[in-house]
């Protein structure tokens, strides 16, 4: 799946659960384009007509781009006669039918990265826990991009070329773990693959990553072993993971009775010689 596409899903997902959660007939939203000062519309749940699909709402204009410029959730209680606002997008609108909307932005790194938007098709105020919502949608999806952003990054650290010296293969370890703790937390299928490929070939274990290896670890305690090789404790791993620190311990109970180690370094230098962590 590409890029673009795993985003446009994220960014419908939260637009269902925003639905779900404040009984708003319409949602829709959409992500900056990238260079672009604007974002575009994508993304639309409950509508009635094709007016807003595509619409390229450029920064500082109307709702939306007033969020993108302020970068701030911003509503008004009837669009067309707002004199918060310009009125671009006046004729798109007034086609769904929409009156009174609420619009978040999704912010990553302190840049603007999409927007989404709620709205009524009557002119009422939309009330806290509306605007609650919308920023709890809005942050969903900013997790996510921020989970895609980082394991990307890590991927393509770790396809360079490293030198043989101790501290190049520290980065490649700590690259190894970082990785490993990010795989279970990206709802796409095709970037978790990617990723876990990767690890693959940083550990040199074989093609299939998510295959049990030859000594028999499953996966989960490979993730174990790759914090603990970069001298993370229980409790930071079980934070890293996702895990409580008990369900941690006994990955790493696990993991040292197949590898027949005694002690957590044991383990980590017999997974290292057995070709599953770098």
């Given at each position: ?150 394991a990307h990054s890590l991927m393509a650290a770790a396809r360079e070329p ?117």
């Amino acid at each position: 799946m590409a890029a673009d596409a795993a985003e446009a899903v994220e960014v419908r997902g939260a637009l269902l659960r925003l639905r779900r959660t404040t009984g708003l007939p319409v949602a829709f939203g959409g992500l900056v384009e990238p260079g672009r000062p604007q974002i575009r519309i994508s993304e639309l749940c409950g509508h009635t007509t094709l007016a807003l699909s595509s619409l390229a709402v450029v920064s500082g204009s109307g709702l939306g781009g007033k969020v993108v410029a302020l970068s701030r959730p911003c509503a008004v209680t009837d669009y067309s006669t707002s004199r918060q606002i310009s009125h671009e997008y006046d004729v798109a609108v007034a086609a769904e039918g929409l009156r009174s909307v609420v619009a978040v932005p999704v912010v990553v790194r302190r840049r603007v990265r999409g927007v989404l938007y709620g709205a009524l098709r009557a002119a009422q105020p939309l009330g806290d826990r509306t605007l609650t919502a919308a920023v709890e949608a809005a942050r969903d999806v900013e997790q996510a991009l921020v989970v895609r952003d980082e394991a990307h990054s890590l991927m393509a650290a770790a396809r360079e070329p490293e030198t043989t010296s101790g501290a190049a293969w520290e980065q490649v370890r700590e690259a190894h773990g970082a990785l490993r703790a990010l795989a279970p937390r990206l709802v796409d299928p095709a970037l978790r693959a990617e990723l876990l490929k990767v690890c693959g070939q940083l550990a040199g274990a074989a093609a299939e990553p998510a295959e049990a290896y030859a000594v028999g670890l499953a996966p989960r305690e490979v993730d174990v072993l790759a914090c603990v090789a970069a001298g993370a404790t229980n409790a930071v791993a079980a934070e890293r993971l996702g895990l409580r620190p008990e369900t941690v311990k006994g990955y790493l109970r696990s993991a040292m009775r197949k590898l027949g180690a005694h002690t957590r370094l044991e383990a980590v230098v017999a997974a290292r010689r057995a070709g599953v962590l770098p």
